[in-house]
C-alpha cells in the first residue's frame, strides 16, 4: 500500500469519530432535555394527575367489566342466550334453504 491510501483511511476515521462525537453530544442534549421534562412533570403535579387518572379509569374498567359478567350470567340463567344461539341456528338453516332454491331456480332458467 501507498502512503496515499493511509491518509485516505485516516480521513475515513476522522469523518467517523466526528460522527461519532456529534452522536455523544446529541445524547446529553437529549439526556438534559429529558430530565428538565421530567422535573417540570413532577413539579407541576402532572405525573399525580395522570397516574390519578389511570386509576380512575382501570376502576372504570373493573366495574364496567363486572357488571357485563353479572348481566350475561342472569342471560344465561333465564335463557335467553341459548334462545339466541337457537335462533341464529334456524335463520342460518333458513337462509341456507332460500339460497338452495335460489339456485335450483337460476339453474332451471339456466337449461332453458
Excluded: F, P, W, Y
Excluded at 453530544?25 to 387518572?53: F, M, P, W, Y
Excluded at 367489566?65 to 335462533?87: C, F, M, P, Q, Y
Aim: aromatic share 0%; proline share 0%; glycine share 4%.
Amino acid at each position: 500500500m501507498s502512503s496515499g491510501d493511509n491518509s485516505v483511511r485516516i480521513h475515513d476515521c476522522s469523518d467517523q469519530a466526528e460522527s461519532i462525537k456529534k452522536a455523544a453530544t446529541d445524547i446529553l442534549e437529549s439526556s438534559s432535555t429529558t430530565k428538565q421534562l421530567v422535573n417540570t412533570l413532577v413539579r407541576t403535579g402532572a405525573i399525580e394527575e395522570i397516574a390519578r387518572a389511570i386509576l380512575e379509569t382501570t376502576i372504570a374498567i373493573r366495574d364496567i367489566a363486572n357488571e357485563v359478567n353479572e348481566t350475561v350470567k342472569d342471560l344465561k340463567e333465564r335463557g335467553t342466550i341459548k334462545d339466541i344461539a337457537s335462533a341464529v341456528v334456524e335463520t342460518t338453516n333458513e337462509a341456507r334453504n332460500t339460497i338452495g332454491i335460489a339456485k335450483a331456480a337460476i339453474d332451471a332458467d339456466n337449461t332453458k
